[in-house]
């Protein structure tokens, strides 16, 4: 990569083309018959004769699946079933649904990394056996929350009664030695939510980081566990304790002293109150002076940062000196030390508010690997989110943030130049989480992906920024929101926030800059988030996002679908089709749908009838789309049930007559039941002339095919031209009507309907009307 394309702009990125290898195997993760052949019988894909896959293409499909929005499962990853033809090194099948039986066969690839994290269907202890049996290559292992596997260990110690070193016989009876994961070679290892009243977790958590003698990189998220064991880990670099609680800070910090080789560590809590220790500030200097070799320190959600006195000022006449001068050090305990990293998001006292806490220019990638590592971008498998491989070094770009840890995706790409302000010599770190400006939100934005309470807190202080005050770079807030939203589809609180964050992003100046890329990002979020959240309340009095949606929707779906429609008007031709092709017709289907079956009429329904409007307009791919998806019968129905509904007549009617412009469409709407439909609207009063114009315009588009075309219909042509002139005849050419043309081409197409004079005249009435009443 050179030096040119290292500097470059998000923007410039953005335009840039995906390179000819990404369209080849996004083409083929989206069709994999091109590879591979379904087996009716067992329903499952197989890989096709004489196609044999190197490390390189194996893994870039494998993640290529994931990143293209599917679920890996066993039908699927049946595809690496030979491990000669296809080969596996780095196999993350994190929130799959791949089972046991499946990874019993993944795992004879011998892999050297390996993430179950989320699998929920990964259940059978004899899961652990296999692990065991090919883990001669294993550097890393992520069992992240997948816990069940565990819990047969826990269910043999009960049957002998229980204690410590009754479950140690049980284990060593299950596996065979005093141990649970034979993994000689590992270094990285992660496992959480391990809780002392189901699992004894202390025990078995000892018992399982006993034999690894090289580990480098350990994460205990939400375990509950002593600190004791921690001694015999010497080689540990990385340490991750975050919502781990501690009960006596003092012994917890002796133990942690003891590693002397840490470079990372994470003592932060997400809870919603912060976690308040005795004697922080001496338990803290305590603790960094112990470690010599410490440079990147999370203390969110704790009062672990100290507290700092003000500096008293006496504005007597004659004013005197301040009586204690300000700390040269904001955060008390860290004198004298500058960390590459410092994590202070919702710590007692704002102590990332303190002044002298700036944010050096540090590019995070969106590539995985762990703190302190380079990765290169060059390589195609790296935009899929394949895992970094150990001793393959590039210096491309460099990977900033504690909450980064091996195999983790983190963000998308952040040009160095976006990510912080100036680096102040003498302060304590050069990158700082926080909610103090825009720099220390958006970065705890990327850097807490994989800490949910964290980032949902850290994306409604982004909301605050976008609603009260300019955001000084919104691309790169935009790319994180969209992220994090990718990242968490289905928790509610994320996708709201994002939601909100980007209503202002999208009303901004900045969206006239977007690329099809960014737009895409956008509208598949939306899509994501509504088809996940659609049945789920927005009102809520603990989030300020919800309060601002609360004025206008009632539903999550609102916001998304307001969102959406606000796009749509701004794209055009084939960005339009992109709309149509990532599910946006089927979506708004769906919630007409469900509205229907409620009988409720609200805004969520005018919105999304509103949104197919935009969507259709000069768009005939999106117009079959929603014949093809039966959104006549559910036209019929919202007719049938809504009639009253001025709002959502006018948007029906306003999507039929895009669909009626299409020609080749037309036979769709030749039924009789539908032109009695519209020949009866054209008596309507509904919102002014809007319903009934936009029914003749409908009914103009079908009698300017002539008679042939109504051939076969119960319903006469010239009975329905001779309704639509007496319509026409009763609208006040005066009137003033909320409706934007793109173009004309259609009304000026029936001009030329010489067998169609009504057809004609209500052409020449939509123009008279526009030229007198807009004449600008």
């Known amino acids: 990569m050179s030096a040119d394309m290292k500097d470059c702009t998000l923007s410039k990125w953005e335009e840039s083309p995906d390179s000819l290898w990404m369209i080849c195997l996004n083409y083929c993760v989206n069709n994999p018959s091109v590879f591979s052949e379904y087996d009716e019988d067992k329903k499952v894909h197989v890989l096709r004769d004489g196609i044999t896959f190197p490390p390189f293409v194996s893994e870039s499909i494998l993640n290529a699946r994931r990143e293209n929005g599917y679920i890996l499962d066993d039908a699927f990853l049946n595809i690496f079933k030979d491990p000669v033809r296809t080969v596996l090194k780095h196999v993350c099948l994190r929130d799959s649904h791949v089972t046991d039986a499946a990874l019993q066969w993944l795992m004879q690839h011998h892999p050297t990394e390996l993430d179950i994290s989320g699998c929920h269907s990964v259940v059978d202890v004899e899961t652990i056996h296999t692990i065991n049996k090919y883990s001669s290559r294993l550097n890393s292992l992520f069992i992240g929350n997948n816990v069940n596997i565990l819990r047969n260990i826990e269910m043999n110690d009960e049957q002998n009664g229980g204690g410590g070193d009754r479950q140690r016989d049980g284990i060593q009876r299950i596996f065979g030695g005093n141990y649970v994961f034979d993994c000689p070679q590992l270094r990285v290892f992660s496992l959480h939510d391990l809780t002392e009243d189901e699992y004894q977790s202390h025990d078995v958590i000892a018992t399982i980081l006993a034999p690894f003698k090289l580990l480098t990189y350990l994460d205990l998220s939400g375990c509950d566990i002593e600190l004791e064991f921690l001694e015999m880990l010497h080689t540990l670099t990385a340490l991750i304790l975050y919502n781990v609680s501690i009960f006596s800070i003092s012994d917890a910090f002796r133990n942690i002293a003891k590693l002397k080789k840490l470079r990372a560590l994470d003592l932060g809590q997400g809870q919603d109150a912060v976690v308040k220790y005795p004697e922080p500030e001496t338990n803290l200097r305590q603790l960094v002076a112990s470690l010599p070799e410490l440079t990147r320190l999370d203390v969110s959600g704790t009062n672990l940062a100290g507290f700092i006195k003000p500096m008293v000022v006496s504005y007597k006449l004659g004013e005197e000196e301040p009586t204690e001068e300000c700390p040269e050090c904001p955060i008390p305990g860290l004198e004298g030390r500058c960390f590459d990293f410092l994590g202070l998001l919702r710590c007692a006292h704002d102590a990332c508010h303190r002044p002298g806490l700036p944010a050096k220019q540090v590019r995070v990638t969106g590539l995985a690997c762990p703190p302190n590592r380079y990765v290169s971008q060059a390589w195609p498998a790296r935009q899929t989110g394949t895992c970094h491989r150990p001793g393959l070094p590039a210096k491309q770009v460099r990977v900033t943030g504690l909450a980064c840890p091996p195999n983790r995706y983190v963000s998308q790409a952040w040009p160095a130049h976006q990510t912080g302000t100036c680096h102040r010599p003498g302060l304590p770190a050069k990158q700082v989480t926080g909610d103090a400006n825009e720099d220390q939100t958006v970065l705890s934005v990327q850097v807490y992906l994989e800490k949910c309470d964290l980032l949902i807190k850290a994306l409604n202080h982004l909301f605050h920024i976008m609603r009260f005050s300019e955001c000084h770079d919104p691309r790169r807030a935009l790319l994180a929101i969209l992220v994090a939203m990718k990242r968490h589809p289905f928790d509610k609180h994320v996708q709201i926030s994002g939601s909100a964050s980007l209503f202002y992003i999208v009303k901004g100046e900045e969206r006239q800059h977007f690329s099809t890329k960014i737009n895409r990002k956008i509208i598949s979020a939306i899509l994501d988030g509504m088809e996940n959240h659609m049945d789920e309340s927005i009102a809520s009095s603990s989030e300020d996002p919800a309060k601002l949606l609360q004025d206008k929707t009632t539903s999550s779906s609102a916001s998304a679908s307001t969102l959406l429609n606000s796009l749509a008007c701004q794209v055009d031709g084939k960005e339009k089709q992109m709309v149509g092709s990532l599910g946006a017709m089927q979506t708004m289907l769906a919630i007409i749908q469900q509205k229907l079956s409620s009988e409720t009429c609200d805004e969520v329904m005018e919105i999304a009838w509103s949104t197919m409007w935009n969507v259709t307009d000069e768009t005939a791919l999106n117009c079959e789309r929603f014949l093809h998806s039966n959104g006549m019968d559910l036209f019929l129905a ?40 519209f020949s009866d609207l054209l008596d309507s009063t509904s919102d002014g002339i809007e319903v009934s114009y936009n029914a003749c315009g409908v009914l103009a588009h079908l009698v300017s095919d002539g008679d042939e075309a109504w051939q076969g219909t119960a319903s006469s042509r010239e009975a329905v031209m001779q309704k639509m002139l007496s319509a026409i005849q009763r609208w006040n050419l005066n009137t003033r009507r909320n409706i934007n043309y793109r173009s004309f081409e259609p009304i000026l197409r029936l001009l030329q309907k010489y067998d169609a004079p009504q057809a004609q005249h209500w052409a020449m009435w939509a123009l008279c009307n526009l030229t007198k009443m807009y004449r600008e």
């Open 638 to 677: 919202c007719l049938d049930t809504f009639s009253d509904k001025e709002e959502l007549l006018r948007n029906m009617m306003g999507l039929m007559g895009n669909v009626a412009e299409v020609q080749y469409l037309r036979p769709w709407l030749m039924k009789s039941q539908y032109i009695s439909v």
